[in-house]
Structures are given as structure tokens and as C-alpha cells.
């Protein structure tokens, strides 16, 4: 009896030592806490270039800190899809930009996503996002391909392209970006323009919202493409003018071939007396883009 006793206490006393050591140990306390968006990355083989981007920029170490963040992470395949050569060709800084360009300072799951929003980044820029039943879009052109990774800090949203800033795109990839610009893309492809105002300019374009083309739908069924691009080129003034660059009151001519009259005041800026600029300065490689209310109609239209 008393040997049983022994037996008994002694493997008691085993088991205590065991579940003592097991709360001690650190890797068991590891296990409880999620890895940071900077340990995803780098245990993830479709983010090595990320990572090594991060890593060149010092980013690593604040995608491993605390905070909550949302990374669209381009995978390698994404950053295989840009022009060879384009990121060694970056500063440190250049490369920073694009990487917060990236990423914003909350944490949004692809649940939480409208149907389309404008969001700042904490490169201090906006990404455009359309969500809906094909998936989610950023800019129109890079496609999430797997969401919600989630972090200790933050969520993950894996993307089949690279997104770039206004500085590295031409007018119309600054025009396609924005999914309230859509209607001044369709006219631009059945207008034949997107190859002219993607080259060398620079231009000025006075860009029309979606609502401005609504306001006018029954006129514009009616055009054909010569008056569809008269319209058009009526939004273009050759070189770049910025805001900066406008007087009180001054006419420009546009490429239709007729001016616009451009209006300062301390209301805000016009053109032709009637449609509002309500964005300005959306500068990209060969020019710089302005959004109007309304279409402006030439003359002859």
C-alpha cells in the first residue's frame, strides 16, 4: 500500500514538473500570438521581392511594429510584370513612395470594402477601389488574389500588379485609375485619343466626372466620333498648366481648335462660367489632369 502511495506521489510530482516547464516556455507562449505583416511576407515565397523591398527601405521593421495596417502586397509575378530595369532604377525614395502607395493605416478586410471607395494611403496618396462579385480591383488594373491574410498588425491582400502613383503614370492610366472617370475613358477608346494623350505632351486635361457625361447623356448619344472627339479635344490644352499657373481670368485654346474661358476667384475656379473645377493638379508623366462638374461643349456643338 504504502509503495503505491510512493508511485502515486511520485508521478504527481512528474507531472507538475512537466506542466511548469511547459508554462515557462517561450515558444508556447509564441504560438499564442499571431506573426506581424513584415514575418508573413518573408516566410511567404510570393512576397520575396516584396520583402526584399521592404527590407532595402527600412519598411520591414515598421510592418513589424505595432499599429494596424492594410497591405496590398504585390506578388513576384506581379513585380516581374514592370518594365526590366524599373526597380533598380529607383532611389531609396522613389521606392518608398511606391511601397506606401501600398499600404493604409487601418485594418480593412475584404468584407469591410464598398463598392467603390477612395482611400488615402500613408504615402499620402489615394487608391481607388471597386469590389463586387468578380472580386476587388485597385486602380483598375491590379486584382486581389488572395485576401485577408491577417496579422498581429494588420491584414494582407495579395495583387496581381503593381500600383503606381500619379507621378509614374501618363493622363490615361491617371484617367483609367478612377472609377468616376469611367465615362471619359469610354469616350477617349471610341475617340481613338488614348494612344495621342498617352504620348510625349504635355497636355492639360480638363477631365469630366461620370455625373457630368450623365447630365448630358441624351446629347451625347447623338454624336458621331468626329463630334465625339471635337468634344473630346475640346478638354485638352497643349502643356501643362497648373494651378498655380492660372490668372483671374485668361482664355486658352484647346487642340479642338476653339478657347476656353478659365475664371479664378476666391470661390474656386471655372471654366466657360459654368462647370466647376473640383480637383486640381493630378500630375503624371506628360502632363496634368484637372476634374470638372460638367462636359464642356465647343461652339459648333
Given at each position: 500500500?504504502?509503495?503505491?502511495?510512493?508511485?502515486?506521489?511520485?508521478?504527481?510530482?512528474?507531472?507538475?514538473?512537466?506542466?511548469?516547464?511547459?508554462?515557462?516556455?517561450?515558444?508556447?507562449?509564441?504560438?499564442?500570438?499571431?506573426?506581424?505583416?513584415?514575418?508573413?511576407?518573408?516566410?511567404?515565397?510570393q512576397?520575396?521581392?516584396?520583402?526584399?523591398?521592404?527590407?532595402?527601405?527600412?519598411?520591414?521593421?515598421?510592418?513589424?511594429?505595432?499599429?494596424?495596417?492594410?497591405?496590398?502586397?504585390?506578388?513576384?509575378?506581379?513585380?516581374?510584370?514592370?518594365?526590366?530595369?524599373?526597380?533598380?532604377?529607383?532611389?531609396?525614395?522613389?521606392?518608398?513612395?511606391?511601397?506606401?502607395?501600398?499600404?493604409?493605416?487601418?485594418?480593412?478586410?475584404s468584407?469591410?470594402?464598398?463598392?467603390?471607395?477612395?482611400?488615402?494611403?500613408?504615402?499620402?496618396?489615394?487608391?481607388?477601389?471597386?469590389?463586387?462579385?468578380?472580386?476587388?480591383?485597385?486602380?483598375?488594373?491590379?486584382?486581389?488574389?488572395?485576401?485577408?491574410?491577417?496579422?498581429?498588425n494588420?491584414?494582407?491582400?495579395?495583387?496581381?500588379?503593381?500600383?503606381?502613383?500619379?507621378?509614374?503614370?501618363?493622363?490615361?492610366?491617371?484617367?483609367?485609375?478612377?472609377?468616376?472617370?469611367s465615362?471619359l475613358?469610354?469616350?477617349?477608346?471610341?475617340?481613338?485619343?488614348?494612344?495621342?494623350?498617352?504620348?510625349?505632351?504635355?497636355?492639360?486635361?480638363?477631365?469630366?466626372?461620370?455625373?457630368?457625361?450623365?447630365?448630358?447623356?441624351?446629347?451625347?448619344?447623338?454624336?458621331?466620333?468626329?463630334?465625339?472627339?471635337?468634344?473630346?479635344?475640346?478638354?485638352?490644352?497643349?502643356?501643362?498648366?497648373?494651378?498655380?499657373?492660372?490668372?483671374?481670368?485668361?482664355?486658352?485654346?484647346?487642340?479642338?481648335?476653339?478657347?476656353?474661358l478659365?475664371?479664378?476667384?476666391?470661390?474656386?475656379?471655372s471654366?466657360n462660367?459654368?462647370?466647376?473645377?473640383?480637383?486640381?493638379?493630378?500630375?503624371?508623366?506628360?502632363?496634368?489632369?484637372?476634374?470638372?462638374?460638367?462636359?464642356?461643349?465647343?461652339p459648333?456643338?
Open positions: 500500500m504504502k509503495k503505491y502511495k510512493l508511485i502515486h506521489l511520485f508521478s504527481l510530482l512528474l507531472f507538475a514538473i512537466a506542466f511548469t516547464a511547459c508554462s515557462d516556455d517561450s515558444p508556447s507562449r509564441v504560438n499564442m500570438e499571431e506573426p506581424s505583416i513584415t514575418e508573413i511576407a518573408a516566410a511567404n515565397s512576397f520575396s521581392t516584396l520583402t526584399g523591398a521592404l527590407e532595402a527601405t527600412g519598411l520591414d521593421a515598421a510592418l513589424d511594429g505595432d499599429g494596424e495596417f492594410t497591405v496590398f502586397a504585390p506578388t513576384d509575378e506581379a513585380f516581374a510584370t514592370l518594365p526590366e530595369g524599373t526597380l533598380e532604377s529607383l532611389t531609396v525614395e522613389q521606392l518608398e513612395a511606391i511601397l506606401l502607395y501600398h499600404v493604409l493605416g487601418a485594418e480593412v478586410l468584407g469591410q470594402l464598398e463598392s467603390e471607395q477612395t482611400v488615402e494611403t500613408l504615402g499620402g496618396e489615394n487608391i481607388f477601389i471597386t469590389a463586387g462579385n468578380a472580386g476587388v480591383t485597385i486602380n483598375a488594373t491590379a486584382s486581389v488574389v488572395t485576401p485577408d491574410i491577417e496579422a498581429r494588420g491584414v494582407i491582400h495579395a495583387i496581381d500588379n503593381v500600383i503606381l502613383p500619379d507621378a509614374y503614370g501618363t493622363i490615361v492610366d491617371n484617367v483609367v485609375k478612377r472609377y468616376f472617370l465615362s475613358v469610354d469616350g477617349v477608346l471610341q475617340a481613338e485619343l488614348a494612344e495621342a494623350l498617352s504620348g510625349e505632351g504635355p497636355f492639360t486635361v480638363f477631365a469630366p466626372t461620370n455625373s457630368a457625361f450623365a447630365a448630358i447623356a441624351g446629347v451625347a448619344s447623338d454624336l458621331t466620333v468626329k463630334e465625339l472627339t471635337d468634344v473630346l479635344l475640346y478638354h485638352v490644352v497643349q502643356g501643362e498648366v497648373l494651378s498655380s499657373d492660372l490668372q483671374a481670368s485668361q482664355e486658352v485654346p484647346t487642340l479642338n481648335g476653339n478657347s476656353i478659365v475664371e479664378v476667384s476666391d470661390s474656386g475656379a471654366v462660367g459654368s462647370a466647376s473645377i473640383t480637383t486640381v493638379d493630378i500630375r503624371g508623366v506628360n502632363g496634368v489632369i484637372h476634374i470638372v462638374d460638367q462636359v464642356l461643349l465647343p459648333s456643338e
